[in-house]
């Protein structure tokens, strides 16, 4: 289950927007004015931060750009009724992907989410993320560097690894994989992901990917 936070002082647009994400099964963490935003941010991981501009506190472009600064990598979505150029270049600098103005359908909304979750790294500025002391992933040209050699993985075992990577040390649902890896006009199979599984654990080592009973998968870098 994806975790979204939620920053709206706007208490219905608030309440609307965290029911109709919940019913698509995301898990929201709703707050109403940037101190508190900020306070949520460092006491848990973020898959999606989706922020109003002007709110009470810190307003939401700053609190992005510190987030940023401090390493916070989740993707954003500014929610505003700002629609100047200057007001988005201002936006994208302090590190959002996505906007959205206000008024806006909840449709809409929940397409931005989705695509974005989608992405495979946000806001990282390194090429190669490490997995062992051998292994690496090239993000940039997606691709496995075993020792110095290039390795490349079918679409859906690179998708998934991107995933695993995003989320090192969480426990992945099933529900979660599939939605990652598979479209709207495709059918998950338990059976292609089992094989996808098995395709990376002997690239990367078995130790890696973990299954645990019932609940899903867990990936783990070398520390």
């Given amino acids: 289950m994806s975790k979204i936070l939620l920053l709206e002082d706007d208490a219905n647009l608030n309440e609307t927007v965290t029911e109709f994400l919940e019913e698509q099964g995301y898990d929201v963490v709703s707050v109403y004015d940037g101190y508190e935003a900020q306070e949520k941010l460092y006491e848990s991981k973020y898959d999606l931060l989706l922020l109003d501009i002007n709110v009470p506190g810190i307003d939401g472009l700053t609190l992005l750009k510190e987030s940023r600064e401090e390493g916070i990598v989740a993707p954003a979505i500014y929610i505003t009724s700002m629609d100047s150029v200057d007001d988005l270049e201002k936006g994208f600098k302090s590190g959002c992907d996505d906007y959205i103005r206000k008024p806006f359908a909840l449709k809409e909304l929940q397409i931005r989410v989705e695509t974005l979750l989608k ?105």
Avoid: C
């Avoid at 059976?191 to 009973?213: M, P, W």
């Fill in 119 to 223: 992405r495979d790294f946000f806001h990282n500025a390194k090429e190669l993320m490490q997995i062992s002391e051998n292994i690496a992933y090239d993000i940039r040209n997606n691709e496995l560097v075993i020792e110095g050699k290039s390795i490349s993985l079918g679409n859906k075992e690179s998708r998934l690894l991107k995933l695993f990577m995003k989320t090192d040390g969480e426990v992945i649902s099933h529900d979660r994989i599939y939605k990652f890896l598979w479209d709207y006009d495709e059918e998950p199979s338990d059976t292609a992901l089992r094989t996808y599984i098995k395709n990376l654990r002997k690239i990367i080592g078995k130790e890696r990917i973990v299954s645990i009973k019932k609940q899903g998968y867990k990936f783990s870098t070398e520390k």
